[in-house]
């Protein structure tokens, strides 16, 4: 099933009792808040040896995993938003750029948006180059980010596997397989009994659609969206960025040039000559506090999952032309991905049609499941831009930049975001990677059309 089954029961176990003694550290315990300020050089380090050790004194001594610090009254930067792309962003800033004094600021709980609300799918295998390029960077990332942030963000290269159901399929995803190839990104094609051999328990002929062959990346897969979270919020703090949670922005401050002063907040104003937005389906709402219009739609995307099973389905499996992705996760849940609803909104609840319909179409690919009950159903808000991919940029006010528009692949994304959004922020201008992920150019035609090209968007 996925190799991270046993490696997760160490990072599980140290994050259980890091969040007891967290809670008792800084919510619950007298005199015990701001004591806590972790550096890279004593910051706890995880390991089966450290594990073993702190088993010994009943798991009593590890420390909080991030500080929960009040705001100051100015920072060099502000990242708004603590999901994976931003949390990933100001780590890369302190790890890269040497830019420590730098606040994340979330109304909620980090982790608490997209990032906890995906189906954690990682993958590379995008048709346009420029496409390729920034997601074959994240699964780069992806592959070593565990010993990179000492955490265990459980990622599992199963393999993506893309289905194909009738011509129109076969060609396109054959040319996503010649355009990968070119680009160093792996993918290749099988034929439907090759599916059937990869992916036993899929139904490959008796049903409407019948599979006649998928695309497939070994290299993609999944991984832990919480841990994910945890990772980069611990290693960032480590560095000295300060997280800030419960902290609703509330507006953007300019200055009499039109730059970037600060932010205001649901806990006062605080000031900063660079302000990063990265928060997905709301980032349209931040951005208006600065005077600027995206060319953003937000729409509710859909989950659930399953009751827990054995481990069953091998890989990740997506399909176009039924419209249903589904993978097992390392707790034995089907996770089951929908499409987007066909109305805008800023609900985290969808239709209900939208579901029903994704379990129809997975009770064909693979009829045994039929008889699963669905545990939970969720959904997260997406932003989503005109031609289907991002916009990792500076914009036109000086000091403010923005990172949205991942619709529903952002996950994917995480490190390779945060990456070249780090690099964006502290050098004033893009990395090459998402130099073409541009506001300019919905204005100047320059359009990057993953809607178009992609079998499926997630």
């Known amino acids: 099933m996925s190799h991270s089954f046993n490696a997760s029961a ?23 808040a701001g ?22 004194g009943g798991h009593k001594s590890w420390q909080p995993q991030w500080r929960n610090p ?79 942030l000492n955490y265990n963000v459980m990622y599992s290269a199963r393999g993506v596997l893309m289905l194909a159901h009738n011509h129109h399929d076969e060609i396109s995803f054959k040319r996503h397989v010649h355009a990968n ?36 990346q070994r290299r993609g897969g999944t991984a832990r969206h919480d841990a994910v979270a945890w990772g980069f919020a611990r290693a960032a703090d480590s560095r000295g960025v300060d997280i800030i949670q419960n902290c609703e922005v509330t507006g953007i401050r300019r200055n009499a040039s039109g730059a970037v002063e600060g932010v205001e907040t649901s806990r006062g104003f605080i000031r900063a000559k660079k302000v990063g937005v ?91 499941f039929r008889r699963l009950r669905m545990l939970r159903n969720w959904g997260g808000i997406v932003d989503v831009t005109p031609d ?11 000091g403010l930049y923005v990172n949205c528009g991942w619709g529903t692949g952002g996950f994917k994304a995480t490190p390779g975001s945060g990456h070249v959004f780090a690099h964006t922020i502290a050098k004033d201008a893009p990395h090459a990677i998402n130099a073409p992920f541009t506001l300019e150019r919905f204005r100047d035609g320059f359009l990057i059309d993953e809607a178009a090209a992609a079998a499926v968007a997630h």
């Not at 069953?312 to 039924?322: E, L």
Request: with cysteine; charged share 15%; aromatic share 8%.
């Open 278 to 368: 990265s928060a997905a389906g709301h980032t349209s709402v931040v951005m208006a506090m600065a005077g600027l219009r995206m060319p953003l739609e937000s729409y509710p995307l859909q989950a659930l999952v399953s009751e827990p099973v054995k481990p069953a389905f091998p890989t990740v499996v997506m399909s176009n032309t039924i419209h249903a992705y589904i993978s097992q996760s390392d707790k034995g849940e089907m996770v089951i991905g929908a499409g987007t609803d066909a109305y805008t909104s800023y609900s985290q609840r969808g239709a209900l049609h939208i579901t029903a319909h994704t379990l129809d179409a997975i009770c064909e690919l693979v009829p045994q």
């Open 388 to 398: 289907r991919s991002p916009i990792i940029a500076k914009t036109p006010v000086p």
């Open 35 to 56: 004591i806590y300020l972790p550096s890279e050089a004593t910051v706890q380090k995880f390991s089966g040896f450290e594990l073993f050790r702190r088993a010994l």
């Open 70 to 148: 009040e705001p100051k009254a100015e920072y060099d930067v502000i990242i708004v938003g603590a999901g994976g792309h931003g949390l990933a962003a100001a780590y890369y800033l302190a790890k890269e750029h040497g830019i420590t004094n730098v606040a994340v600021i979330e109304r909620g709980w980090l982790g608490g948006g997209n990032t906890g609300r995906n189906t954690t799918i990682v993958r590379s295998n995008y048709l346009f180059d420029e496409s390729a390029a920034l997601y074959e960077h994240a699964v780069k990332l992806w592959e070593g980010l565990s010993q990179d």
């Open 181 to 216: 190839r070119l680009n160093g990104v792996d993918n290749e094609w099988l034929n439907a009994e090759q599916v059937k051999e990869f992916c036993p328990p899929l139904n490959i002929k008796s049903m409407r659609y019948p599979i006649i062959g998928g695309a497939l």
């Open 10 to 32: 160490e990072t599980m176990l140290a994050s259980a009792a890091a969040a007891r003694n967290h809670a008792a550290q800084v919510h619950g315990g007298p005199g015990t």
